[in-house]
């Protein structure tokens, strides 16, 4: 087989963002990609799947790897999720560490970090302090001071520390070419013009569950899971789709009155969903209990994970 032409000096290979729930990870990926490909709120664990978005530049392709936030297990499903963040994180090019510049590095960023510490191994990882907007420069010279500290953890070290907002998009592309540098040679993994290869189920059922989670109480984020059942093409594309909880209560919450709360989901993830397809999407959402899906690995199989 002879190897696909590429411009010399290109690069290409994978790379990963760790760290705590909410410290920006999915925000950050979009901004680099440029569009929304992984789903952002402001509640943590929101990304279950691994998506990837890709990042198209002359010099290089970087194909960047959202996993979940690692967390103390406490669920058959905890655990499947801390087993996909640490099999990305060995085999990724290089990672990038997250840490909020509006916040302290405290307990949960040194437990991840003495994760790493043990798993990365000869991984190049790279210092990412995200948030910056929200604080001002000496806040941000302390931080950048706090996580080079972390390089103390035993095994730990960082190539490279470098603030960003994603929000404001500074230094966004320094990053990209922090994290491109530690790509080795070769030619593009995926053409051009592509941002990601999660199936558009997927991001359909992603985008109904952001919309079903807005508003919500705190139980409810683990307990919901969305299944895309049925697509249906025409000239109006039909979706139906699956949202699961766990108990009868929940399922009132999510329908809300007199279906009120669910219409709203509904046209909320419709818009989505139509911008990302480019064309006219009619959503039919069905609210069901699967009585505490993430403890049964039967259940967790038929609802992906
Ligand atoms: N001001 C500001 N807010 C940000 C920035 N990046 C992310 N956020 C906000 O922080 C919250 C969490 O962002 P996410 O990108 O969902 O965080 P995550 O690390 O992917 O979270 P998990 O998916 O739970 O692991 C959201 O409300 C974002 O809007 C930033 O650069 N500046």
Same mark, same amino acid.
């Given at each position: 087989?002879?190897?696909?032409?590429?411009?010399?000096?290109? @690069?290409?290979?994978?790379?990963?963002?760790?760290?705590?729930?909410?410290?920006?990870?999915?925000?950050?990926?979009?901004?680099?990609?440029?569009? /929304?490909?992984?789903?952002?709120?402001?509640?943590?664990?929101?990304?279950?799947?691994?998506?990837?978005?890709?990042?198209?530049?002359?010099?290089?392709?970087?194909?960047?790897?959202?996993?979940?936030?690692?967390?103390?297990?406490?669920?058959?499903?905890?655990?499947?999720?801390?087993?996909?963040?640490?099999?990305?994180?060995?085999? !990724?090019?290089?990672?990038?560490?997250?840490?909020?510049?509006?916040?302290? *590095?405290?307990?949960? +960023?040194?437990?991840?970090?003495?994760?790493?510490? /043990?798993?990365?191994?000869?991984?190049?990882?790279?210092?990412?302090?995200?948030?910056?907007?929200?604080?001002?420069?000496?806040? *941000?010279?302390? @931080?950048?001071? +706090?996580?080079?500290?972390?390089?103390?953890?035993?095994?730990?070290?960082?190539?490279? *520390?470098?603030?960003?907002?994603?929000?404001?998009?500074?230094?966004?592309?320094?990053?990209?070419?922090?994290?491109?540098?530690?790509?080795?040679?070769?030619?593009?993994?995926?053409?051009?013009?592509?941002?990601?290869?999660?199936?558009?189920?997927?991001?359909?059922?992603?985008?109904?569950?952001?919309?079903?989670?807005?508003?919500?109480?705190?139980?409810?984020?683990?307990?919901?899971?969305?299944?895309?059942?049925?697509?249906?093409?025409?000239? !109006?594309?039909?979706?139906?789709?699956?949202?699961?909880?766990?108990?009868?209560?929940?399922? #009132?919450?999510?329908?809300?009155?007199?279906?009120?709360?669910?219409?709203?989901?509904?046209?909320? #993830?419709?818009?989505? *969903?139509?911008?990302?397809?480019?064309? /006219?999407?009619?959503?039919?959402?069905?609210?069901?209990?699967? /009585? +505490?899906?993430?403890?049964?690995?039967?259940?967790?199989?038929?609802?992906?994970?």
């Amino acid at each position: 087989m002879t190897q696909p032409e590429f411009p010399e000096g290109f @690069r290409s290979g994978f790379a990963c963002f760790v760290g705590r729930p909410n410290v920006g990870k999915s925000t950050l990926t979009n901004a680099l990609v440029g569009q /929304k490909v992984a789903i952002t709120s402001s509640r943590p664990q929101t990304t279950r799947h691994a998506i990837r978005g890709v990042v198209h530049r002359a010099d290089g392709q970087l194909v960047l790897v959202d996993t979940p936030g690692l967390h103390r297990p406490r669920t058959l499903l905890g655990e499947r999720l801390n087993d996909v963040v640490r099999t990305t994180w060995a085999e !990724v090019d290089v990672v990038g560490f997250c840490v909020p510049a509006d916040q302290a *590095i405290g307990p949960g +960023d040194r437990f991840i970090a003495g994760e790493l510490a /043990k798993i990365v191994g000869k991984t190049p990882l790279i210092g990412v302090l995200t948030k910056t907007d929200l604080v001002g420069p000496e806040v *941000i010279a302390q @931080r950048l001071v +706090d996580l080079q500290g972390l390089s103390g953890t035993p095994g730990l070290e960082f190539t490279e *520390i470098v603030p960003v907002s994603a929000s404001s998009g500074h230094q966004v592309s320094l990053l990209a070419d922090l994290l491109l540098a530690q790509m080795p040679p070769g030619p593009p993994l995926y053409p051009e013009g592509e941002l990601s290869d999660e199936p558009e189920t997927t991001m359909i059922a992603e985008f109904v569950r952001e919309a079903a989670l807005e508003g919500v109480r705190d139980e409810l984020p683990h307990s919901l899971a969305v299944v895309v059942e049925e697509m249906s093409p025409g000239k !109006v594309l039909t979706v139906r789709a699956e949202i699961f909880v766990e108990r009868p209560s929940q399922k #009132a919450i999510v329908i809300g009155r007199g279906g009120s709360r669910l219409k709203d989901v509904g046209t909320r #993830a419709r818009t989505q *969903i139509e911008a990302m397809l480019g064309q /006219k999407v009619h959503l039919d959402l069905f609210v069901k209990v699967a /009585k +505490d899906w993430q403890r049964d690995p039967r259940q967790l199989r038929r609802l992906g994970f």
